[in-house]
């Protein structure tokens, strides 16, 4: 299938956050209403496109899988239509994190990274829900206690702590600048 599109972006081999800042950054170049083409092959691209451009305003057309190329397909919104991405309010420092594993606090941490990137090394404890699942997944979250949301940078964990605080949980915390800067204990499933 060949969708018509007015740029296309080329982000093969590329990991968050990187889609994400080669999307931001051609879709300024278009005129409202022009749709934008982003071809990745980083699984979690799919999510991370999807929620930015909701959050961004934009319209997520949708996403065409071909042999392991993902092409996603977003809209760009007219000035009336476009919104300020909005960020978590909610968030805390890896260090600070660090201390409240350390001190025994009864907290939830949810890794929305991809399984791959989670096997490789994670924070001992934390829970594997990947950003694209996480949605159909929510009731593996313990939200009596407070949720802390990591990722590899803190975009995809701001993303994913947003849409926890709009499904009514009450206490999320975004994790910056996420397994990029840990230098904590980490741990690797076998």
């Not at 300024?28 to 930015?52: C, F, M, N, R, Y």
């Amino acid at each position: 299938m060949n969708i018509a599109s007015h740029k296309v972006v080329d982000a093969k081999g590329l990991s968050c956050p990187m889609p994400i800042v080669r999307t931001k950054k051609a879709i300024e170049e278009l005129d409202g209403g022009q749709v934008l083409e982003v071809q990745a092959t980083d699984k979690g691209s799919k999510a991370d496109i999807k929620a930015w451009a909701e959050s961004a305003g934009h319209q997520y057309l949708g996403t065409i899988e071909q042999e392991g190329l993902l092409i996603h397909y977003v809209r760009k919104a007219s000035e009336k239509e476009e919104k300020e991405v909005a960020k978590h309010p909610n968030v805390i420092q890896n260090d600070e994190l660090e201390q409240l594993i350390k001190a025994g606090e009864n907290i939830e941490i949810i890794d929305v990274r991809e399984e791959a990137e989670y096997v490789f090394g994670h924070i001992p404890g934390a829970k594997s829900i990947p950003f694209g699942e996480l949605e159909e997944n929510i009731d593996q979250i313990d939200s009596a206690k407070p949720v802390y949301v990591v990722c590899r940078t803190g975009n995809r964990s701001d993303f994913a702590a947003q849409m926890l605080t709009e499904k009514g949980m009450k206490n999320v915390i975004n994790v910056i600048p996420g397994m990029t800067g840990w230098k904590g204990s980490i741990e690797k499933k076998q």
